[in-house]
Every structure is written in structure tokens, then in C-alpha cells.
């Protein structure tokens, strides 16, 4: 999903910066995949304070998503 698809399904899709800082603090990345989140542009976004990270990019690769 997108950031804008994530918001959108919580009710405000103009919340999408809001979804981006959410994530960002997530806790417990075990049981919530944040990494999952990428922008609408195909792009991969942040993943834990870095902007272009691979890791979030390697995450999704071996779960068999390609952006």
C-alpha cells in the first residue's frame, strides 16, 4: 500500500505525512511491516530515519515485491 492508500482507509487520505511519522515510530516491527508502506510515486520512501534506505527495498525483494 501507499501512504495516501493507508490514510485514505483510516478515514483522511490528506493524512498521509501523518501515516509516514507513524510508522516511523514503530515499535514492534516483527508484527507491524511498515516496511510494507511505500510512496505513490514507486518509490520505496524513508525506513527508520534514512530517505532512500535498501534495507526497506531488500525487505519487500525478499518477500517477492519488486518497486
Do not use: W
Not at 6 to 35: E, W
Not at 39 to 48: I, N, V
Amino acid at each position: 500500500m501507499t501512504y495516501q492508500a493507508v490514510a485514505r482507509a483510516a478515514g483522511s487520505a490528506q493524512a498521509f505525512r501523518a501515516v509516514g511519522n507513524i510508522l516511523r515510530r514503530n515499535p514492534d516491527l516483527k508484527n507491524i511491516p511498515c516496511h510494507r508502506v511505500v510512496r505513490s510515486d514507486g518509490q520505496g520512501g524513508g525506513y527508520f530515519g534514512e530517505k532512500n534506505s535498501n534495507k526497506k527495498l531488500k525487505l519487500l525483494k525478499q518477500e517477492g515485491v519488486f518497486i
